[in-house]
């Protein structure tokens, strides 16, 4: 460990360690931790007996980093006894995990590799936190550009439905219903149910092809088949779709396909 974890630790510490708790907004000159530290930093005082102990981020916004001046809690004016960095495994430099008091003494190699300890989980907090807000982005613009398709479709009167796989949902645009003859609430988006309109000798050759496609053998789904319509009768439907959405193992989520009637209809039988 480098000499940036000399420390110096008060043995006062102990007694105003109850007094100060810097786990809550308090007169600072610099800026506290956040409150997902909290737990981290409380446990670091009471092990190494300090008031203060924070974990300090680098600010890339504005390219800054946190400095080395002292802090000032209840009057008491407190510099930094040990620093040790917030290292990523790819060596990405995020901050640094501080101890303050007003006296000073040097931590034992122990007590040296405890702070790299207590350094190494906050870079877990944080590369936690990341991930989790990474995911929350891409849920957000999945929303955003499932809503635009929603709202395209709605506008264009498009025959077009919207499977989600996992769920055995699947949403028809009023389009789509108007197509074979229904209104808006005529339909259910049971999965089930949408293969009940399907001609019974098209059937097996529908699913076979859907599932090969779920299964990436095909770049795409294209099917000619009948459906029956409100009035019983089969009208003949150019369906051409893909999966859209995957999830980490390849596995289909959703799939949008765009039905088109073809100029011949048989009665029902």
Not at 130 to 139: E, F, K, S, V, Y
Not at 149 to 176: C, F, M, N, P
Not at 179 to 200: A, F, K, L
């Amino acid at each position: 460990m480098s000499s940036d974890l000399d420390m110096r630790a008060s043995t006062e510490a102990e007694t105003r360690h109850d007094r100060i708790d810097t786990s809550r907004s308090q007169n600072l000159t610099v800026a506290l931790q956040q409150e997902r530290f909290d737990a981290l930093t409380r446990l670091a005082r009471h092990l190494f007996k300090v008031p203060v102990a924070m974990v300090m981020l680098h600010d890339t916004q504005h390219g800054t980093h946190p400095g080395d001046a002292p802090i000032h809690i209840d009057g008491l004016r407190m510099c930094i006894h040990a620093a040790c960095p917030l290292t990523t495994a790819s060596g990405s430099q995020l901050g640094a995990f501080r101890l303050y008091d007003v006296v000073s003494r040097q931590l034992d190699q122990a007590e040296r590799a405890l702070l790299q300890d207590f350094a190494d989980m906050a870079v877990a907090i944080i590369e936690r936190d990341q991930a989790q807000a990474r995911l929350d982005d891409d849920a957000n613009r999945q929303q955003e550009s499932e809503k635009r398709l929603e709202l395209a479709i709605a506008g264009s009167g498009t025959g077009v439905w919207d499977r989600d796989i996992q769920a055995g949902k699947i949403h028809y645009s009023a389009g789509w219903k108007a197509i074979i003859g229904y209104e808006e609430s005529e339909i259910t988006n049971r999965i089930e149910d949408s293969y009940t309109r399907v001609h019974p000798d098209d059937l097996a050759y529908v699913q076979a092809t859907i599932q090969a496609h779920f299964n990436q053998e095909t770049e795409s789904y294209a099917v000619d088949h009948r459906i029956r319509c409100k009035d019983g009768r089969y009208k003949w439907i150019s369906s051409r779709g893909k999966v859209v959405s995957r999830g980490s193992n390849g596995e289909p989520l959703r799939m949008i396909s765009r039905p088109c009637p073809k100029n011949c209809s048989k009665p029902s039988t």
